[in-house]
């Protein structure tokens, strides 16, 4: 799912709780304006949850309710949806949600199906003229063109190895923990981007984490042995490699930095 999918969501919620008088009358008016989800921090040991929202804290004072009970609300709502798992709260009314796999894993079909517009900000940008490896040591958007180059080489061996690329794939198995937050950042990262639109530093820092968890994911796309029969679960990696390869490549667009296959 996508923040703005998330955000649909979650405002059927406060629309249904404020017909059933939970919440105030106004709460069906919508949510505040901005950016309302953003994924958990991937650095931080123990998170399970997909996505977090600060949003009963933003909102509680217009609908003259305290940030908990607002969000008590909201989370109680979020339960019954079928797209969510699970749902917290946190003391500060902060809410954590984790959807089920499926959900989740359905930005690789979106991705794929959009892949020379997703990420891009509704732009056709041209493919730079860059000589590969030409950027300095240190050079963040260097790493983000060798992740790219890697996820390119893997997408590769993966393929002469006989894994095809099926769209009856069931990406809905990849649940490692590296894996879902591939597919959350998948999700969140033409959020970002538009976000950071004219600050040039967060926007690659945005392409650079998503280069970071890519080179974080060492599952393999391909069987390790020869002889080894192809699994299901190697088509599935294949297309979420596929997946984060579109993603940066345009995100390196958007930073006017080439996407080399090789390096």
Request: aromatic fraction near 2%; charge should be neutral; glycine fraction near 8%.
């Amino acid at each position: 799912m996508t923040p703005e999918q998330l955000r649909a969501l979650l405002e059927q919620v406060a629309a249904e709780a404020a017909r059933s008088g939970e919440l105030p009358e106004s709460a069906a008016g919508g949510l505040p304006d901005g950016a309302i989800f953003r994924p958990t921090d991937t650095r931080a040991a123990g998170v399970v949850a997909d996505w977090v929202t600060p949003v009963a804290q933003r909102w509680a004072p217009r609908l003259g309710l305290g940030a908990r009970d607002l969000a008590r609300v909201l989370a109680q709502g979020l339960t019954l949806q079928k797209p969510v798992a699970a749902v917290e709260v946190a003391p500060s009314g902060l809410i954590a949600v984790t959807l089920e796999d499926a959900p989740r894993s359905a930005i690789v079909e979106h991705v794929l199906e959009h892949q020379d517009a997703y990420a891009l900000g509704g732009a056709v940008l041209p493919v730079p003229a860059e000589v590969p490896g030409s950027r300095p040591p240190g050079d963040p958007v260097l790493g983000a063109q060798l992740a790219h180059a890697r996820l390119c080489r893997l997408i590769r061996n993966a393929e002469a190895a006989g894994v095809e690329r099926r769209a009856s794939a069931r990406v809905e198995r990849l649940t490692h923990v590296v894996e879902r937050h591939l597919l959350v950042a998948l999700a969140d990262l033409p959020q970002r981007l538009d976000t950071h639109a004219g600050d040039p530093a967060q926007q690659r820092r945005a392409v650079t984490d998503l280069a970071d968890l890519a080179d974080g994911w060492d599952h393999p796309l391909r069987p390790a042995v020869v002889g080894e029969p192809v699994r299901s679960v190697h088509a599935a990696r294949l297309l979420l490699a596929d997946a984060v390869r579109v993603v940066l490549r345009n995100g390196l667009a958007r930073l006017g930095a080439a996407a080399p296959e090789r390096m």
